[in-house]
């Protein structure tokens, strides 16, 4: 029997097996039930005042996700789960798996609820007699190759370009023979699949939401890219901006990690950094989280801001504002529009930047309108609507950013600089 009684949170929704459940906790001197919860999002506010110890719950109760399962984590609760009774157990067990519980009591033998529920209060505990739940074999073609890095582009308020040189950099990667995912994660609505032309109605973000929701990510999750040519795929991101309540954490993490294992991952984020206090506390996460585990996860980010007044102003804010989150991160900024009527260099404005963060290099693109039309009414990249000076521009970013990567001798002949140059690296530190 434990030191002190476990308290146990049941939500079992009028379950068959709910009068058994009880009846076996009740019983027990070391449990106290201190609550039947009406819902999962009723058992994630209970949690949260941090009284319980174990919650069981049925692996049908809906709402039920993996980040559900993380946020009982978060607040100390270990999960029981039970297997519903009408189906064939061994599919429910990899689901079970997938959402990441291993302690599993079956709905026609309740047995074992009770070890489960007095179990290791860190470990989750296994029903007597139960093996641990089977595990999916990795895919083959995972380990085919190295890792990829992920890159997430961000940039402030203002709509400084983060969607177009997102877009370029995923695609001039791919022209360089590198097998690159587009990943479009603004909460505020995403535009990558118009400014590609994709004219598909299937939200790739949303739908990785649903299948994380329903433990079958793993199974299913490598579908969810639309490949556009044989090196770049593209994950569309939200059809409307009302619809980031849906993708709840743990989704941008599992949809990152399977990518870069198959190689570079290019993250369009959304503008806001600012985290959302009491967020944790609720059943739905903040509506920045997409953002902040977007620049949590990458290995570089890059930040993307205008040339003119109103936006060096604001990018000079978002830099400050982005140092604590990215701490550690090696940072690149691009600065776009960048044209001779601004009336400052580029030298000028590399200096106010390196001023506010250390970066590891300040880039300009040109004001480039005509070449950016001509790719928004084709639906085409970058790297498909032929040579321009804003190409070549994001071609050099893709120089240091990829270092390995070189483009073929053709591909390079044709991005030779004009005359006069304008644009390129112009400080790094």
């Not at 083959?140 to 890159?151: E, K, L, N, Q, T």
């Not at 985290?275 to 977007?294: C, I, K, S, V, Y």
């Not at 504002?321 to 690149?332: F, M, S």
């Not at 994001?394 to 044709?414: E, T």
Request: proline content about 7%; overall charge neutral; glycine content about 10%.
């Amino acid at each position: 029997m434990p030191a002190r009684p476990v308290v146990v949170l049941v939500v079992a929704s009028g379950a068959a097996w709910e009068s058994d459940a009880l009846g076996r906790l009740n019983e027990e001197r070391g449990i106290v039930v201190l609550k039947r919860c009406v819902d999962v999002a009723d058992l994630l506010a209970a949690s949260s005042a941090g009284q319980a110890d174990v919650a069981v719950l049925g692996l049908e109760s809906p709402g039920l996700d993996r980040s559900a399962i993380d946020l009982l984590r978060r607040h100390g609760v270990r999960p029981v789960l039970v297997l519903p009774g009408t189906v064939d157990e061994e599919p429910a067990r990899l689901r079970a798996a997938r959402i990441g519980v291993s302690a599993l009591v079956p709905a026609t033998d309740l047995t074992g609820l009770v070890a489960a529920v007095i179990g290791p209060g860190d470990d989750p505990a296994y029903p007597a007699g139960a093996e641990p739940p089977a595990r999916a074999d990795p895919d083959p073609s995972d380990a085919a190759g190295p890792r990829g890095r992920v890159i997430a582009v961000w940039g402030p308020a203002g709509a400084p370009g983060r969607t177009t040189v997102a877009a370029g950099l995923a695609a001039l990667l791919a022209a360089r023979g590198r097998a690159t995912t587009l990943v479009d994660a603004d909460p505020y609505g995403g535009s990558v699949a118009q400014q590609l032309g994709i004219l598909d109605e299937v939200s790739g973000l949303l739908a990785a939401a649903r299948l994380a929701g329903t433990g079958a990510f793993d199974e299913h999750g490598r579908t969810l890219p639309r490949r556009m040519n044989s090196r770049l795929a593209v994950v569309t991101g939200l059809p409307r901006a009302d619809r980031w309540v849906e993708v709840r954490p743990g989704v941008l993490e599992a949809l990152l990690d399977d990518a870069a294992g198959r190689g570079d991952v290019l993250v369009d984020t959304g503008f806001s950094i600012e985290d959302e206090p009491g967020a944790e506390f609720g059943a739905r996460p903040g509506r920045n989280h997409l953002t902040l585990t977007a620049l949590a996860r990458a290995e570089e980010v890059v930040v993307v801001g205008s040339a003119d007044p109103v936006g060096l102003s604001r990018l000079a804010r978002g830099l400050v504002e982005l140092r604590p989150v990215v701490e550690g991160t090696p940072v690149r900024v691009v600065v776009n529009r960048m044209r001779p009527s601004l009336g400052w260099s580029e030298k000028e404005i590399a200096g106010m930047v390196t001023g506010f963060l250390r970066v590891a290099d300040v880039h300009f693109l040109p004001e480039d309108r005509a070449s950016v039309d001509r790719q928004l009414l084709a639906g085409q990249t970058l790297a498909e609507a032929g040579d321009s000076a804003l190409g070549r521009a994001l071609d050099r970013v893709v120089d240091v950013v990829a270092p390995g990567s070189l483009p073929s001798p053709a591909d390079r002949a044709a991005r030779r600089p004009l005359r006069r140059r304008t644009a390129g690296t112009a400080h790094r530190r």
